[in-house]
């Protein structure tokens, strides 16, 4: 019976492991999935003595070879930065800089989120595609040639697309390829392999649009909403964001995996109306959490001061957090948080939050509950960047007014049916943030800040760890309990009675 729950420990002492010999065909195969050539070209001609490769977990079985060839190649220094602190698809520039790095290569998946500090080169690798196969699937969804459809793909998908553009745009003339792009000023590269090209971008009558590192052009006249969207990939986070971010187009895609095309039939209405549940919760909030999803994302910083600064102007208490991954547990230990919203990149911003003991908000969905200037269209932002002053979405937040005071005291919460106070306006943030509210605690001269963690934590029958410093005499160690938590051998010593079955009379 033990064998079924745990492995024989004799069996593991014998067990022969077989080591793979690396052939030549191998490692050529190594080259090229992982572009080492033109990775080496990118450290000798920048002069880089220390670079941070960063894997993904499926990838990092070959982490050791690609890091020996590039050592080898260009006799720099290599790093291997394996478990992340956030997202895999984020650049991880907190770990590279921990060993000094002068420049980070990523590999696998990516946001193509722009980051700051230090140059970056994107790797993508070359994951098997049948090009013929996707044009068939094309055909299939598409039978009308004059379609207007615009092709997204997974990155890792990259290198096929200059090929599928090739056969497609013979037989409709009215499709738009996207370019992979990212943000050169702070130092990113790509390796545009067999990529499309932008030659297609250079029309003085097409519109580009770039988001989320993709760039496509649309004809004068239209919007995007009046295209079609085509995804190549896998059903994932990235679609998700492309469904969310262009809600009113159709989409449909192509798994290459297992070579069959479908129509997107996620009822995205449905989403938009589980995200709108979530901005009445964080209306109805007084305390709000910030959590910090990303270290490398840039302007994340920026984004986190304007999030206070609403929250507080909303007559909302913030408070920030650093932990890293986020799961169920972490945010259990904090009760009198109402709701939570995540700083991160637009991939990871929308957090399934059914599982979770309070609701996780997106920043754009904490400006729909703080700012009333900002009205709910079906629009949906998840890039953060956005939002910022100077962004395509940003919306300034009001000026409190004396004279609407009166006006725009109360509103009625759509969850729980109850008035709750508009404090946009309030008296208290005309006068200054600097006001506050001073209760005497004695008859001394110890006054207190109220606060609403300050009541919350008031309330509780455990506060916390005391110190009392200098209150209770030092005693040396002693033996402690023995057993586990529910039954201690000591708890047993005198309470046979309560031990016993009852005897009958």
């Known amino acids: 019976m033990t064998d079924a729950f745990s492995s024989n420990s004799e069996a593991v002492l014998q067990r022969t492991v077989n080591v793979s010999t690396i052939t030549s065909s191998h490692a050529e195969n190594l080259m090229q999935l992982y572009q ?3 990775t080496c070209d990118f450290v000798t001609s920048n002069q880089f003595t220390k670079v941070a490769l960063q894997f993904p977990d499926e990838l990092l079985p070959d982490a050791v070879r690609v890091s020996a060839e590039i050592e080898n190649e260009t006799k720099a ?11 895999s698809c984020c650049v991880d520039e907190v770990a590279a800089e921990h060993v000094r790095a002068d420049c980070i290569v990523h590999y ?8 700051r500090r230090l140059p970056l080169l994107h790797v993508f690798g070359k994951r098997p595609i049948d090009v013929q196969q996707c044009v068939a699937a094309f055909k299939e969804l598409y039978p009308d040639r004059q379609s207007h459809v615009i092709i997204l793909y997974d990155v890792t998908y990259s290198h096929a697309i200059g090929d599928l553009r090739t056969l497609l745009c013979e037989i409709y003339p009215n499709v738009a390829v996207s370019l992979l792009k990212t943000d050169y000023s702070c130092g990113a590269e790509l390796i545009q392999d067999s990529c499309v090209n932008s030659d297609h971008l250079n029309s003085q009558d097409d519109r580009v649009i770039f988001k989320f590192g993709r760039q496509f ?6 919007s995007v909403d009046d295209c079609s969207m085509f995804y190549v990939g896998q059903e994932g986070l990235t679609l998700t964001n492309f469904m969310m971010t262009w809600n009113h187009c159709a989409f449909s895609s192509f798994n290459p995996e297992t070579c069959t095309g479908r129509v997107e039939s996620v009822k995205i209405n449905k989403a938009l109306m589980k995200r709108y549940y979530a901005i009445e919760r964080a209306k109805d909030a007084s305390v709000v959490g910030i959590l910090v999803g990303t270290l490398g994302v840039a302007n994340y910083l920026t984004i986190i001061e304007q999030l206070k600064d609403i929250i507080h102007k909303a007559g909302k208490k913030s408070y920030m957090f650093a932990m890293g991954k986020i799961n169920v547990p972490k945010l259990a230990n904090f009760l009198e948080v109402d709701v939570y919203v995540l700083v991160a990149c637009p991939e990871n911003s929308l957090l399934d939050s059914s599982e979770f003991y309070r609701p996780v908000v997106t920043p754009f969905e904490m400006e729909l509950a703080c700012n009333k200037q900002r009205e709910w269209t079906g629009e949906y932002i998840t ?8 962004g395509s979405s940003h919306v300034v937040f009001p000026e409190p007014n004396e004279s609407i005071i009166e006006e725009e005291s109360t509103d009625v919460s759509l969850i729980t049916g109850a008035l709750r106070a508009c404090s946009t306006t309030s008296s208290e943030m005309i006068k200054g943030r600097e006001s506050s509210s001073l209760v005497p605690r004695n008859q001394t001269l110890t006054v207190a800040n109220t606060n609403t963690a300050a009541s919350f934590l008031a309330g509780r029958s455990w506060q916390g760890l005391e110190p009392k410093l200098g209150q209770t005499p030092v005693l040396k160690a002693v033996e402690g309990r023995r057993g586990i938590a529910i039954a201690y051998e000591e708890e047993g010593v005198g309470n046979n009675d309560a031990l016993t079955s009852p005897q009958k009379s």
Do not use: N
């Open 36 to 38: 080492i050539a033109e």
């Open 77 to 87: 220094k290599t790093y291997i930065l394996g478990d992340t602190s956030y997202g």
């Open 108 to 115: 696998g998946p990516s946001c193509l989120s722009p980051c």
């Open 217 to 222: 052009s649309v004809k004068r006249g239209q």
């Open 383 to 390: 890039d953060f960047r956005d939002l910022l002053p100077g």
